[in-house]
T-cell receptor, first 114, second 114 residues
Framework: AQSVTQPDIHITVSEGASLELRCNYSYGATPYLFWYVQSPGQGLQLLLKYFSGDTLVQGIKGFEAEFKRSQSSFNLRKPSVHWSDAAEYFCAVGSTGGGNKLTFGTGTQLKVEL | EAQVTQNPRYLITVTGKKLTVTCSQNMNHEYMSWYRQDPGLGLRQIYYSMNVEVTDKGDVPEGYKVSRKEKRNFPLILESPSPNQTSLYFC?????????????FGPGTRLTVT
């Protein structure tokens, strides 16, 4: 069965510093990969997705992620973090079960220090 | 504005008292799904629907029911709520055009069962 691991439960960075959130997946076939962000009291918003093609994908709000098949990873990056980026971030893999459902990681809580 | 709406946003109830959480989307999406979010567990799929009158179980369906009589609505029914169903619930929808993966989430319903 597919699974997603986000090894960092909490991350704290200073505003203006770079950010990398880690995501590892387990899936037998070519994965469809996603990053979602959840701001406090809000639903989840899609940041970016990888279906195929270029392994470096650009998303909204200045985020990007790189798919590395050899490492089964899909890490999220941002060159310079803003205080408004403080939120919880979820990595997800799409699978063909469950009506093509999303399987989510447990999330990484990002705190931004001013 | 394209959106998924859920009602109520907050609900406190007692064990055994039947309740319904409504979900509606205005994007003409075929696919709808319910997730629950619990600390340390990420989001887990409860039920999903590929289209009107087509529903199926997700990973954690016990204690829940759903129906899909209209394309835009996908209510979640708890016939006899129990404290272990205290959670944050999200409804999501997506289009067959994206193979159901690019999901739009509602704002969430925080349910407390005492």
């Amino acid at each position: 069965a597919q699974s997603v691991t986000q090894p960092d439960i909490h991350i704290t960075v200073s505003e203006g510093a770079s950010l990398e959130l880690r995501c590892n997946y387990s899936y037998g076939a070519t994965p469809y990969l996603f990053w979602y962000v959840q701001s406090p009291g809000q639903g989840l918003q899609l940041l970016l997705k990888y279906f195929s093609g270029d392994t470096l994908v650009q998303g909204i709000k200045g985020f990007e992620a790189e798919f590395k098949r050899s490492q089964s990873s899909f890490n999220l990056r941002k060159p310079s973090v803003h205080w408004s980026d403080a939120a919880e971030y979820f990595c997800a893999v799409g699978s063909t079960g469950g009506g093509n459902k999303l399987t989510f990681g447990t999330g990484t809580q990002l705190k931004v220090e001013l | 504005e394209a959106q998924v709406t859920q009602n109520p946003r907050y609900l406190i109830t007692v064990t055994g008292k039947k309740l319904t959480v409504t979900c509606s989307q205005n994007m003409n999406h075929e696919y709808m799904s319910w997730y629950r979010q619990d600390p340390g567990l990420g989001l887990r799929q409860i039920y999903y629907s590929m289209n009107v009158e087509v529903t199926d179980k997700g990973d954690v369906p016990e204690g829940y029911k759903v129906s899909r009589k209209e394309k835009r609505n996908f209510p979640l029914i708890l016939e006899s709520p129990s404290p272990n169903q205290t959670s944050l619930y999200f409804c999501a929808s997506s289009s067959r055009a994206t193979r159901n993966y690019e999901q739009y989430f509602g704002p969430g319903t925080r349910l407390t069962v005492t």
